[in-house]
């Protein structure tokens, strides 16, 4: 079945046949963004008649057709009005002129934090800037903290480090990527969200399912990209200070400054450090690990509008130290033995990239870009007996050309990218190296008929040294069937090597010793992953008492052909093999967002998920995955004065169902858990002064209801001993944390 869909879809290719009763024609302003420069409202009529029509939200128009009709007038308010000569039924794509002598006028309009669109053929949402702000927002793995679709747990007990999940997936399984340039992978899987601060991050765009063949075919259950803030557009200076209960401090500062005409440059500072020890649960190991980090970032953006080039140059440097462990552990003492029990996690990355667009000036529907990045990641660590160093080299290129087919209702991107990778990894005194690069092709056609249907097919052939040749298919499509919903489908096929020691680092702080089941693989002697995403989604916008809202119901299922079985079963070792049997894991979400008065917001969320493998020991549920969570999210924010000062509330509540926790009946009793973990609800809250355009405070509270896990760590009396094991985390560790900080801007 999946040959003859991926021949159907090599094949598919729609045409759409012109009335002769009826002309179309595009109504654009250059101004837009490029990916949507159609201007909707316009007026078109035929001059001395009454036949008129208005541009729809993409800047198409149809209106009705006689041989005698010649002059077509468009005009829309603030523009000149032009007289078009037709003299054939070929659509035309007509460029407004701004009017030179209006007078200025200024319209303020707010914009949603959460931005889900009607128009999109794919299921992606963005979340700007305004929605990072309800939460402290530290970095790129603490900006989910309020959305539903995401979901954040603790790794491990020492480390401290979020994780993110998706469609109940790990984030190996997305794609996530920094203004779409694969950013972290590899390497930086486990800590790589945390070495992108939160102020750094203009918007995210967030995609369900599969993604696009454009940016690779590593994507199975979707893809994340974060937009940095641009140099000519973000602040001239900004500084955020941050503070906690649990004596962690941050600093961002951003100096922006207009060099030349069509140059500016940004310089982006980080830094955050954790001095303070505290062990609340009594169990001599440090809650929170002691850290330290610097994160430098120089940006250049080169804009010349009126010839259609634009550019970005970013060069950034990374270092991060973290020391975890036993309240009395000194490194400087205790490293190596077995006095007492300790970790660091030293990291130096420095990464460079460039990407360069230009936009016909004359065909702007047609464009080509080019994107370069390199990055070095450097990691030196140790889990108190276990050593694990890693050094990852990694070079990205990718080629795209965008243009259309007749008009642009039919559009296509096409190109080809190249990725090379060198992972130098020591486990103890076991070396595993390895070099990877792919060259591949893609091509992705996207239809719409600009009433109520739209297709988004793509399929790339890579040829790859260690995963040889394939063919990567995906497919989105989109039908509205009535006013203001939209039903939504995809299907997509993905492959990726697993890094099984980077993406499980905290399996190294237990006594589990690792085995490989070694069936001859390339890569740790195991074969790739690859799965199949199905999904669908339905979105309902409505009015109820004169205030919006949305509904969206969504089902995914992601079908592994071949996984790498991560198997913790036996609390004495951790395997990891390919599969043999079944992996499916379905996801259902449940979301209503609504207004509830002004400036009131609501959005709830329920989820279950139902994630099931064949593991050696038979077919099991996904440890420590809740199938049932329920979130909820109430905001207000008074209106802004004239001094432009406003209060701002956030308040966010979780609700974490049960999760089966891995075997532990072989161990002793007093270090054996329970099948399943009690269901436990979180709240976090926000509140926000804002005294002007320049400054504004925050204050803010994180698990205010205070849960902690009981006994994070197994054996924390004997840490060198068989049973040790700091991997069964299933709530925080930490309990009730109060937090403040600043922001302030000179635009």
């Not at 993604?211 to 955020?240: H, M, R, Y």
């Not at 929170?288 to 634009?310: C, H, Y």
């Not at 996801?587 to 959005?603: D, G, I, K, P």
């Amino acid at each position: 079945m999946k040959k003859y869909f991926i021949n159907s879809f090599l094949l598919f290719m729609p045409f759409i046949l012109l009335s002769q009763t009826t002309f179309k024609g595009m109504i654009m302003d250059k101004k837009n963004p490029k990916d949507n420069l159609g201007v909707e409202g316009a007026t078109v009529f035929w001059l001395n008649t009454k036949i008129s029509a208005i541009t729809n939200e993409k800047g198409w128009f149809t209106i009705d057709y006689k041989p005698e009709y010649k002059k077509l007038v468009v005009s829309y308010l603030g523009y000149k009005t032009d007289t078009i000569i037709i003299n054939s039924l070929e659509p035309i794509h007509h460029f407004l002129t701004l009017e030179s002598n209006l007078e200025e006028i200024t319209i303020k309009s707010k914009r949603n934090a959460v931005q889900k669109s009607s128009l999109s053929t794919t299921n992606m949402f963005t979340v700007n800037a305004e929605e990072l702000l309800k939460a402290a927002c530290c970095n790129l793995a603490e900006s989910f903290e309020t959305n539903p679709s995401i979901d954040l747990s603790f790794s491990d007990a020492l480390t401290g480090t979020k994780q993110i999940q998706m469609l109940g997936l790990t984030s190996p399984y997305l794609l996530i990527t920094q203004e779409n340039i694969p950013a972290i992978r590899g390497a930086s899987q486990v800590f790589g969200l945390t070495f992108t601060p939160g102020t750094w991050v203009e918007s995210i765009q967030i995609t369900k399912g599969a993604g696009s063949v454009v940016n690779g075919f590593e994507s199975i259950s979707g893809q994340i990209n974060a937009e940095l803030v641009k140099p000519l557009t973000d602040n001239s200076f900004f500084l955020n200070l941050y503070g906690s209960q649990m004596g962690r401090f941050e600093a961002n500062t951003h100096f922006n400054k207009k060099v030349s005409e069509k140059w500016n440059t940004g310089l982006y500072i980080h830094g955050n450090y954790t001095g303070q020890k505290f062990d609340q649960n009594k169990d001599n190991f440090l809650d929170m690990p002691l850290s330290n980090q610097i994160n430098v970032m120089n940006r250049w953006q080169f804009t010349d509008a009126e010839k259609g080039w634009v550019s970005f140059i970013n060069v950034r440097f990374l270092n991060d130290e973290k020391q975890t462990g036993e309240i009395d552990f000194n490194p400087a003492v205790d490293k190596g033995t077995t006095n007492h029990w300790g970790s660091e996690i030293d990291t130096k990355r420095f990464d460079a990239s460039a990407k360069l667009g230009y936009v016909f000036p004359e065909i702007p529907y047609q464009s080509i870009g080019f994107q370069m990045a390199y990055s070095n990641h450097q990691q030196d660590s140790y889990f108190g007996l276990n050593v694990y160093d890693i050094q990852h080299e990694s070079v990205y290129s990718n080629l795209i050309f965008n243009s259309i087919i007749g008009d642009t209702r039919n559009k296509f991107k096409t190109g080809l990218n190249f990725t090379y990778d060198r992972f130098d990894e020591l486990v103890n005194t076991s070396n595993f190296d390895r070099k990877e690069n792919s060259l591949g092709a893609f091509f992705e056609y996207a239809f719409d008929n600009l009433d109520n249907f739209s297709l988004t097919a793509g399929v790339r052939i890579d040829a790859h040294n260690l995963l040889d040749t394939f063919i990567t298919p995906r497919l989105h499509l989109r039908y509205v069937p009535w006013d203001k919903g939209v039903l939504r489908a995809s299907v997509g096929r993905g492959k990726r090597s697993a890094n099984i020691f980077a993406e499980n680092q905290q399996l190294f702080a237990s006594s589990r010793q690792i085995n490989i089941d070694d069936v001859g693989g390339n890569i740790y002697g195991l074969n790739p992953e690859i799965a199949w995403n199905y999904g669908v989604s339905y979105l309902q916008k409505f009015n109820l008492f004169d205030k919006k809202g949305d509904v969206t119901f969504d089902f995914y299922q992601t079908n592994f052909e071949n996984q790498v079985i991560v198997d913790w079963e036996n609390p004495q070792e951790v395997s990891f093999y390919n599969l043999n049997g079944r992996s499916i894991a379905n996801s259902f979400q449940f979301e209503v967002n609504y207004e509830l008065a002004t400036n009131l917001n609501l959005r709830t969320a329920y989820k279950y998920f139902d994630i099931t493998t064949d593991y050696k020991s038979g077919n099991l549920q996904k440890p420590i995955q809740p199938q049932n969570r329920f979130f909820a999210n109430l905001s207000y924010e008074t209106e802004l004065t004239e001094k432009e000062s406003q209060w701002r509330f956030d308040l966010t509540f979780n609700s974490i169902g049960s999760q089966r926790l891995p075997n532990t009946s072989s161990n002793p009793v007093q270090y054996q858990l329970p099948e399943n973990s009690q269901p436990y609800q979180l709240l976090n809250s926000q509140i926000t002064k804002v005294f002007s355009n320049k400054f504004e405070v925050y204050v803010g509270g994180e698990n205010l209801t205070n849960v902690q896990q009981n006994n994070p760590i197994l054996a924390s009396d004997d840490p060198f001993g068989p049973n040790f094991d700091t991997t069964i985390v299933y709530a925080p560790i930490f309990g009730r944390s109060i937090y403040a900080g600043l922001r302030f801007k000179i635009k």
